[in-house]
């Protein structure tokens, strides 16, 4: 049974990619005001709580069928998924530009954008279904810890810039990278 910090661990994990668009769109010029680092933060939360239950129906779907070897399911999709965001980190280049105007991004783009950071939490939900874990419980700390990390994201990307984004990335796709084989060692030596 997955427990209440492991659930943070990959809350945590899975909002880097929400963090590093965060810091984007507070680097892109002004100066954000909480209000608005809210409403960006609360946007990656809704999409990042309701992606692992997407995967979550269809792990649980699934989960008869292939019972004997979930472990190493959710080992192989949280190492993908881990892997991915060390990918991503190591070949993006930080992107300064101070001379970006203000511009307090639109709806939709912001949920166009919470939607792509949010695909890889889907993978997650099916790894959940197998460990029978409460998605309601899963879904609500996955969210509330996106739109925390979010919000933060926005107030601090202004004055770190890029940079911190690929450092929370890799340490995201290091943390699911342990959790997976936490998972399979622990159904291993069962």
């Not at 997955?2 to 661990?9: C, D, F, N, R, S």
């Not at 809704?46 to 019972?67: D, K, N, R, Y």
């Not at 979930?70 to 991915?84: E, Q, S, T, Y």
């Not at 993006?92 to 792509?116: N, S, Y």
């Amino acid at each position: 049974m997955v427990g209440i910090i492991t659930l943070g661990g990959m809350g945590l994990s899975l909002s880097v990619d929400a963090f590093a668009a965060a810091v984007g769109k507070g680097s892109q010029g002004g100066s954000p005001r909480f209000r608005d680092a809210l409403r960006v933060g609360a946007i990656f939360g809704f999409f990042e709580a309701i992606t692992p239950a997407i995967g979550w129906a269809v792990g649980f779907a699934l989960s008869a069928w292939i019972a004997a070897v979930d472990h190493w399911v959710a080992f192989v999709l949280l190492g993908i998924v881990g892997g991915h965001m060390l990918w991503q980190a190591w070949r993006a280049k930080p992107e300064l530009d101070d001379a970006a105007p203000a511009t307090r991004p639109g709806l939709g783009r912001l949920a166009v954008t919470a939607l792509a950071t949010s695909i890889d939490a889907t993978a997650v939900g099916v790894t959940l279904a197998f460990l029978h874990v409460n998605i309601l419980v899963a879904c609500l700390v996955i969210g509330g810890i996106t739109t925390v990390v979010a919000t933060i994201g926005v107030t601090v990307g202004r004055h770190a810039g890029s940079y911190l984004g690929r450092y929370a990335e890799v340490l995201g796709g290091l943390t699911l990278i342990t959790i997976g084989s936490i998972i399979l060692f622990e159904h291993l030596s069962a």
